[in-house]
């Protein structure tokens, strides 16, 4: 087995390190506007990203784009958690984001919806939440009944991220409730300016992201908006999910890469009794666990990568990796910010910004609970 990355991979990875280090670092405090970056800070990095070619990394050759390899995304994605001066979706200075999902529609929805989306022309959401059904979708009570050409969407979405920016949805609604998750799910593309859709509520995250409550009342929409086959909405939104998990767990690596940095930085520097904190033993031992636990991750995230585009990847590797990686994100953030001390409280320093952002990828794109729940039916059935 070859553990290194390919030439071609490590040239990208410093290219994205050099470009979060120079263009995102020096300006990480203040290149937030609430929930997103301020325009003139977006269309400046958006213009540095084309020149670096860097942009469209994920979108396949076929649509215009790069066609990274998953292996290619983590290692981008790893290098931009390194700085909180992007939002959450931080990517998107790389270009559009069509998820997944959209390259399974037919020709005549990419007309429609992809296609515009890859020419920046229309933005798109992707709505699965529910107050009764997060990480459990069978439960989901938003419905789509066929009456003819058009389907009935009636329900209630919560905690969904980019409406006020989003022409269109994608929604994960049950077209037979009695099937669950197994067949009764189907993923619809609903206008937003589609008569019974309306924004009931905003709200901040404490990572400072906005989401958005959505009420479908006997919404019309027509039945070639369905995406591929009614009853394989869960597959379809698996797609999505999976590299969410991963995704999630490059943010956790980023984060516990920065920590180590900015608190090996500042015990060097803080002087208590006449000595640098780095020489107390305490203090080392915070860091060489955050290191030790950074290696592995960072290994085992690489290897699930790969396997993925191998097409060899098992259901429940994405979900360690969530599990690991999120959690050490949240560690290595607690323990810089301990070793700041006070200083790492203020709203100067990133520390409490990689906290906040650090303790929500435990909950987001499903909580670590569940993801253990999924890890364990796994390891019962491979000892049995």
């Excluded at 590299?243 to 956790?252: E, I, S």
């Amino acid at each position: 087995m070859d553990f290194e990355l390919p030439e071609e991979l490590r040239m990208l990875k410093q290219t994205v390190r050099s470009f979060v280090d120079k263009e995102i670092i020096p300006i990480e405090m203040t290149a937030m506007d609430r929930h997103d970056l301020k325009p003139e800070v977006r269309a400046a990095l958006e213009k540095k990203a084309k020149e670096l070619g860097l942009w469209m990394l994920d979108v396949p050759t076929e649509y215009g784009g790069q066609g990274l390899s998953m292996l290619g995304l983590v290692v981008v994605w790893e290098e931009i958690a390194r700085t909180v001066g992007l939002p959450p979706r931080g990517p998107l200075i790389f270009g559009p984001d069509p998820r997944p999902i959209l390259f399974m529609l037919n020709e005549k929805q990419k007309e429609k919806y992809l296609y515009p989306v890859l020419r920046g022309e229309k933005k798109a959401t992707f709505c699965q939440t529910e107050p009764d059904a997060g990480g459990d979708p069978g439960s989901m009570r938003t419905t789509a009944v066929r009456q003819g050409d058009h389907y009935i969407l009636n329900g209630y979405k919560r905690f969904i991220s980019h409406v006020d920016i989003a022409d269109f949805l994608q929604v994960v609604c049950a077209t037979d409730r009695s099937k669950g998750s197994r067949g009764g799910l189907s993923v619809l593309l609903v206008d937003k300016d589609t008569p019974g859709v309306k924004i009931t509520r905003s709200t901040y995250k404490m990572m400072g992201d906005l989401t958005f409550e959505i009420a479908f009342d006997d919404v019309k929409v027509p039945v070639e908006n369905l995406i591929g086959e009614e009853g394989a909405g869960m597959a379809r939104a698996q797609k999505w999910l999976t590299m969410g998990r991963l995704y999630q767990a490059c943010r956790g690596l980023g984060v516990a890469q920065r920590s180590l940095e900015l608190a090996v930085k500042y015990s060097k520097q803080r002087v208590t009794f006449g000595r640098p904190v780095a020489d107390r033993q305490a203090i080392q031992f915070m860091l060489a666990d955050i290191y030790m636990k950074h290696e592995m991750c960072q290994n085992f995230v690489y290897r699930t990568a790969w396997r993925s585009d191998q097409d060899t990847l098992e259901r429940h590797e994405p979900f360690m990796c969530k599990v690991y990686g999120t959690e050490l994100g949240f560690e290595a953030a607690d323990r810089c910010l301990q070793i700041h001390g006070g200083l790492g409280l203020t709203v100067e320093m990133p520390t409490q910004k990689m906290w906040r952002d650090a303790r929500g990828f435990m909950i987001t794109e499903g909580p670590v609970e569940i993801m253990r729940s999924v890890i364990a039916r796994h390891v019962f059935r491979a000892y049995e």
